[in-house]
């Protein structure tokens, strides 16, 4: 599954060029680059996107701690490109968020092979949040079930047992969720 929201960040013509080189950008259909992270902060807030590559030092800071924002608020991956010298140090330190550190100047080969890996843990990223929203449509239509087997064994006095076969019946004659009838006990008794 290719990446298509890609955004490249590089304060020199020359980061740019090594960026764009990493990465064609006519291979992607939306690519973005940034010359500072200011600029790339700016442009989160208006898309969003699957893969950050920052060619660190930025203009305006290291891109530590952009790469840091990037992957907090986001499923985006990020990788960052750093001084050989730095490298293991910022790897350390960017190991808990995910973001993979490759040390300039940076072999075709093993770039390749990190976009390769960026992808598939974007893939499982997106996949996870996915299954996560899921569960907590379950859990809020559980919630809501339960309580409007609260309500009718407040108002029609009938056990916790009865409430749900009540429920269940409700919704199996009339082909609609056991939410969707929960809803519909809310609205008749929670005025």
Excluded: W
């Amino acid at each position: 599954m290719p990446q298509d929201h890609i955004l490249l960040v590089g304060s020199t013509e020359k980061s740019r060029a090594l960026l764009q080189t990493l990465l064609p950008l006519e291979s992607y259909s939306d690519t973005k680059v940034c010359v500072s992270g200011s600029e790339a902060r700016r442009s989160a807030t208006t898309a969003t996107y699957d893969l950050v590559v920052i060619n660190t030092p930025l203009s305006d800071e290291s891109g530590l701690d952009l790469a840091l924002e990037f992957s907090r608020q986001s499923t985006t991956s990020v990788m960052l490109l750093v001084k050989a010298d730095l490298a293991e140090t910022v790897a350390v330190r960017m190991e808990e968020y995910g973001v993979i550190v490759l040390a300039k100047p940076v072999a075709k080969p093993l770039f390749d092979q990190a976009l390769r890996f960026s992808r598939m843990s974007h893939g499982r990223m997106l996949a996870l949040q996915k299954e996560n929203e899921q569960l907590e449509k379950k859990l809020a239509e559980l919630k809501l079930v339960d309580r409007a087997k609260c309500v009718l064994i407040q108002y029609l006095g009938m056990s916790e047992e009865q409430a749900h076969r009540h429920i269940e019946k409700q919704a199996m004659d009339s082909r609609q969720t056991k939410a969707a009838v929960a809803r519909s006990i809310l609205a008749t008794y929670e005025m």
